[in-house]
């Protein structure tokens, strides 16, 4: 592992390099041992680190000059992307300064840096004095040291970027649109702005979000290391693990806490609270007891100490007990400063479905990727069901077609590990439960009221007149702007 | 008139209701359909013939479709607490089992309230308490019994929370193949 540091817009910038060679001895050792999670996360960053490698071969040619020395075998300086679909950046022998003095040029050259290339606007492509990863480290230093001379707009390293092409899906081909539409299909910008709070957080281990439902599968590997606690409130087993093709909470879990290179969860490195409280019965239901999902709830704040409660589900009459035992969460939860739940506006293109109905929950219904609510005539939506609406609902998110965690194995909604149409009001809900917990995950001190009205007040307002309507609630989500609001 | 009359009368009524937010939530009697303990679905019992329609519930019972068995059957068990009703409402099967919750935080004098009511009904309950909760068994053993004691302690004594305890069995949130 090395680290290289250097000058963006006046603010020090750090990247963990690690070389190609020691990614692939890392991956050999980690594959042997026992540690599931561990095993994947090598297994695909070895995968990277190859397809990186080849692809830099491949472009040999072309790019001699910016290889010399750096980037040319298995032991290039390679920093793996963190978020999906991101570039694996390639450390190079080589920097680019912008719009430097004549003095500076001297001082550079005599430091032993050779122009390669002179481009517009005064940039300079220069090669560093020596080869391999001295040379990449070298480069950053003079880099920096000219930054801080200020004789320069900008001085940087050269970095070489391995893009990732995401293959296309029956989904469609953004399976991360809720993350960041690029408008193909859907409108740009139509998402929750993932990427950009990603600059300022994942979340925090301290954060503890509950996803109750019909069970997580919490040995899946994107979601196993993410798991503090869980409890089954049906069946009374030690885990949280669902019953058969019982899929659902595992897919709403992992909107939020997935951490797969390629299917990331918008806030996962904060902690799961698996719990347990319905099942299915094989034929499209779902059965539950209101005691015992009161008791669940209870759980979930006082016991495991959740500070934020998703509620993927809901219709039916009220419950009492479970209003009173989300009562008690609300005021009591999280040392009195109260937790924030959560609950889905419903499917039937109706009204609002209980517990999403009590005024302290947030009431989340569903977009589309053209920014409009999902209705079965809504523009890029879905044609057998739409979001519910009404004075209840609150904020709206994506909710058609969302690339998530599946039951392992071929059971659940696909043959494979993640499914890439999850939908409904029950997709859309984990991304603002998500909103909450990374939120408090930068302001922990902020009481429940507040990281309400900061979800509400930084939604995108998808109304022309800018105000709340039925359909869409204030707006749909908007996490960057939540997080900005939330650290002023 | 006690408790037991009161819901045998009920029983030939085809709705029922309970509190929810100060408001009646009306809950309408599912003729074909009762619950029983899985248990009494074993063997050689009068639910023999439901057996196949038995579509396992939560808290030991099972849901089994009525139009197997004689009314005379359906009705005893009813009436022995061996079965419980179902009802339907807002698009949900409701099962009333024979079990109360109250809960009182906010007032001593409405926790005294509650402890005289239970104390009135003690030939009919079993009574937990723990915490600023009281957990009411029916001797009766009987769901809709429970239903009207619920209801009769939120019109006499008001407490935060009283209620039934239902086992329901509705929609699934997900939404399968909805381009199917």
Same mark, same amino acid.
């Given at each position: 592992?090395?680290?290289?540091?250097y000058?963006?817009?006046?603010?020090?910038?750090r990247?963990?390099?690690?070389?190609?060679? !020691?990614l692939?001895e890392?991956?050999?050792?980690?594959?042997?041992?026992?540690?599931?999670?561990?095993?994947?996360s090598?297994?695909?960053?070895?995968?990277?680190?190859?397809?990186?490698?080849?692809?830099?071969?491949?472009?040999?040619?072309?790019?001699?000059p910016?290889?010399?020395?750096?980037?040319?075998?298995e032991s290039?300086?390679?920093?793996?992307?963190?978020?999906?679909?991101?570039?694996?950046?390639?450390?190079t022998?080589?920097?680019?300064?912008? !719009?430097a003095?004549?003095?500076?040029?001297?001082?550079?050259?005599?430091?032993g840096?050779?122009?390669?290339n002179?481009?517009?606007?005064? !940039?300079?492509?220069?090669?560093?004095?020596?080869?391999?990863?001295?040379?990449?480290?070298?480069?950053?230093k003079?880099?920096?040291?000219?930054?801080e001379?200020? #004789?320069?707009?900008?001085?940087?390293?050269?970095?070489?970027?391995?893009?990732?092409?995401?293959?296309?899906?029956p989904a469609?081909?953004?399976?991360?649109?809720?993350?960041? #539409?690029?408008?193909?299909?859907?409108?740009? *910008?139509?998402d929750?702005?993932?990427?950009?709070a990603?600059?300022?957080?994942?979340?925090?281990?301290?954060?503890?979000?509950?996803?109750?439902?019909?069970?997580?599968?919490?040995?899946?590997?994107?979601?196993?290391s993410?798991?503090?606690?869980?409890?089954d409130?049906?069946?009374?087993?030690?885990?949280?693990?669902?019953?058969?093709?019982?899929a659902?909470?595992?897919?709403?879990?992992?909107i939020?806490?997935?951490r797969?290179?390629?299917?990331?969860?918008?806030a996962?490195?904060?902690?799961?609270?698996?719990?347990?409280?319905?099942?299915?019965?094989?034929?499209?239901?779902?059965?539950?007891?209101?005691?015992?999902?009161?008791?669940?709830?209870?759980?979930?704040?006082k016991k495991a100490?959740s500070?934020?409660?998703s509620?993927s589900?809901?219709?039916?009459?009220?419950?009492?007990?479970?209003t009173?035992?989300?009562?008690?969460?609300?005021?009591?939860?999280?040392?009195?400063?109260?937790?924030?739940?959560?609950a889905?506006?419903?499917?039937?293109?109706?009204r609002?479905?209980y517990?999403a109905?009590?005024?302290f929950?947030?009431?989340?219904?569903?977009?589309t990727?053209?920014?409009?609510?999902q209705?079965? #005539?809504? !523009?890029?939506?879905?044609?057998g069901?739409?979001?519910?609406?009404?004075?209840?609902?609150?904020?709206?998110?994506p909710?058609?077609?969302?690339?998530?965690?599946?039951i392992?194995?071929?059971?659940?909604?696909?043959?494979?590990?993640?499914?890439?149409?999850?939908?409904?009001?029950?997709?859309?809900?984990?991304?603002?439960?998500a909103?909450a917990?990374?939120?408090?995950?930068?302001?922990?001190e902020?009481?429940?009221?507040?990281?309400r009205?900061?979800?509400?007040?930084?939604?995108?307002?998808?109304?022309?007149?800018?105000?709340?309507?039925?359909?869409?609630?204030? *707006?749909?989500?908007n996490?960057?702007a939540?997080?900005?609001?939330?650290?002023? | $008139?006690? =408790? =037991?009359?009161?819901?045998?009368?009920n029983?030939?009524k085809?709705?029922?209701?309970?509190?929810a937010?100060?408001?009646?939530?009306?809950?309408?009697?599912?003729?074909?359909? &009762?619950?029983?303990?899985?248990d009494?679905? =074993?063997?050689d019992?009068?639910?023999?013939?439901?057996?196949?329609?038995?579509?396992?519930? $939560?808290? /030991?019972?099972?849901?089994?479709?009525?139009r197997?068995?004689?009314?005379?059957?359906?009705?005893? /068990?009813?009436?022995? /607490?061996?079965?419980?009703?179902?009802?339907?409402a807002? /698009?949900?099967? &409701?099962?009333?089992?024979?079990?109360?919750?109250?809960?009182?935080?906010?007032?001593?004098?409405?926790?005294?309230?509650?402890?005289?009511?239970l104390?009135?009904?003690?030939?009919?309950?079993?009574?937990?308490?723990?915490?600023q909760?009281?957990?009411?068994?029916?001797?009766?053993?009987?769901?809709?019994?429970?239903?009207? $004691?619920?209801?009769? &302690?939120?019109?006499?004594?008001?407490?935060?929370?009283?209620?039934?305890?239902?086992i329901?069995? $509705?929609?699934?949130p997900?939404?399968?193949?909805?381009?199917?």
């Amino acid at each position: 592992m090395a680290v290289i540091e250097y000058y963006v817009d006046g603010v020090l910038m750090r990247l963990n390099f690690q070389t190609g060679e !020691k990614l692939l001895e890392g991956a050999r050792v980690v594959r042997g041992a026992k540690a599931k999670g561990t095993r994947a996360s090598a297994s695909i960053q070895r995968k990277l680190a190859s397809e990186a490698v080849a692809a830099l071969h491949a472009q040999e040619d072309r790019m001699q000059p910016l290889m010399a020395g750096s980037v040319s075998d298995e032991s290039t300086m390679l920093a793996l992307p963190k978020t999906p679909g991101g570039a694996t950046v390639v450390a190079t022998s080589t920097m680019i300064v912008e !719009k430097a003095t004549a003095a500076e040029r001297r001082k550079l050259i005599s430091e032993g840096l050779t122009i390669l290339n002179e481009g517009e606007e005064g !940039k300079l492509l220069l090669q560093g004095p020596s080869e391999g990863i001295a040379g990449v480290q070298e480069v950053a230093k003079l880099a920096r040291e000219s930054v801080e001379r200020g #004789n320069v707009q900008a001085a940087h390293p050269n970095f070489v970027r391995v893009l990732h092409h995401i293959e296309p899906s029956p989904a469609g081909n953004q399976p991360l649109w809720h993350q960041s #539409n690029g408008g193909s299909p859907g409108i740009v *910008g139509a998402d929750v702005a993932a990427w950009a709070a990603w600059t300022i957080t994942h979340g925090d281990p301290s954060t503890r979000v509950a996803i109750l439902d019909e069970g997580v599968d919490t040995e899946h590997l994107a979601l196993k290391s993410a798991v503090a606690q869980q409890a089954d409130y049906v069946d009374g087993h030690p885990t949280a693990m669902p019953d058969g093709d019982d899929a659902h909470g595992t897919a709403c879990a992992g909107i939020i806490f997935s951490r797969s290179e390629q299917y990331s969860g918008l806030a996962n490195e904060c902690s799961l609270v698996a719990v347990r409280i319905a099942k299915g019965d094989g034929r499209g239901n779902w059965i539950f007891d209101d005691f015992q999902t009161a008791d669940a709830i209870d759980w979930s704040w006082k016991k495991a100490s959740s500070d934020v409660l998703s509620c993927s589900w809901g219709g039916g009459p009220p419950s009492p007990s479970m209003t009173a035992a989300f009562q008690r969460a609300q005021t009591r939860g999280r040392g009195g400063k109260g937790c924030i739940i959560v609950a889905a506006s419903g499917n039937a293109n109706s009204r609002i479905d209980y517990p999403a109905t009590i005024p302290f929950i947030l009431a989340v219904g569903a977009t589309t990727p053209y920014d409009v609510r999902q209705s079965p #005539n809504a !523009k890029g939506g879905e044609r057998g069901w739409g979001s519910n609406f009404g004075r209840e609902l609150d904020l709206v998110a994506p909710g058609v077609k969302i690339a998530t965690t599946d039951i392992q194995g071929p059971a659940g909604y696909s043959e494979d590990d993640f499914t890439l149409t999850f939908n409904g009001t029950s997709s859309a809900t984990p991304m603002v439960a998500a909103g909450a917990a990374m939120i408090l995950s930068v302001r922990p001190e902020l009481n429940e009221t507040r990281v309400r009205e900061i979800l509400i007040q930084t939604t995108d307002r998808l109304t022309t007149s800018g105000r709340r309507n039925n359909q869409v609630g204030w *707006g749909r989500l908007n996490l960057f702007a939540a997080l900005r609001l939330a650290r002023r | $008139m006690s =408790q =037991q009359e009161n819901s045998t009368k009920n029983n030939a009524k085809t709705t029922s209701f309970y509190y929810a937010d100060g408001k009646k939530i009306e809950l309408n009697l599912v003729s074909d359909k &009762i619950a029983v303990q899985a248990d009494e679905l =074993q063997g050689d019992s009068v639910w023999s013939s439901a057996r196949d329609t038995a579509e396992s519930l $939560m808290g /030991g019972y099972s849901l089994i479709d009525v139009r197997s068995l004689e009314p005379v059957v359906v009705q005893k /068990g009813l009436e022995s /607490g061996q079965a419980q009703p179902v009802y339907e409402a807002e /698009g949900c099967l &409701i099962v009333v089992l024979p079990e109360i919750r109250i809960e009182e935080s906010r007032s001593p004098a409405t926790v005294a309230s509650v402890r005289k009511y239970l104390e009135d009904h003690c030939d009919e309950i079993l009574v937990q308490e723990l915490e600023q909760r009281f957990t009411l068994k029916l001797k009766s053993n009987r769901g809709d019994a429970a239903l009207n $004691m619920a209801n009769e &302690i939120v019109q006499q004594v008001a407490p935060e929370m009283a209620q039934a305890r239902f086992i329901r069995l $509705m929609k699934r949130p997900s939404i399968l193949n909805p381009e199917g």
